[in-house]
Nanobody
Framework: QVQLVESGGGLVQAGGSLRLSCAFS????????MGWYRQAPGKQRELVAS???????TYADSGKGRFTISRDNAKKMVYLQMDSLKPEDTAVYYC???????????WGQGTQVTVSS
């Protein structure tokens, strides 16, 4: 059974940085493409970054050039480094399999990111 625990969110001023972490519990982590998603109030969930088993990364336009996704297969961890944060990055951030049609039905509690202007 998969469990996902996100952490690292917080309140930051525009232009600041945060590093999000996702701890995976379960088996075969190193066989999954993983992603970071976000959901702002009143908006649909959005995949912002994904990383393949070999480390190839893909970013949504919203995070391109500012976000960096990485993974540590030995530790079963996924990270999202977010730089040059903007108020529109404010959302709850989640990790799960990517793309979303492959995501597990279980979603962790997420981690709140709030960017003040």
């Amino acid at each position: 059974q998969v469990q996902l625990v996100e952490s690292g969110g917080g309140l930051v001023q525009a232009g600041g940085s945060l590093r999000l972490s996702c701890a995976f519990s379960g088996t075969s982590f190193d066989t999954y493409v993983m992603g970071w998603y976000r959901q702002a109030p009143g908006k649909q969930r959005e995949l912002v970054a994904s990383i393949t088993i070999s480390g190839r990364t893909t970013y949504a336009d919203s995070g391109k050039g500012r976000f960096t996704i990485s993974r540590d297969n030995a530790k079963k961890m996924v990270y999202l480094q977010m730089d040059s944060l903007k108020p529109e990055d404010t959302a709850v951030y989640y990790c799960n399999r990517a793309p979303e049609n492959r995501a597990w039905s279980y979603w962790g509690q997420g981690t709140q990111v709030t960017v003040s202007s």
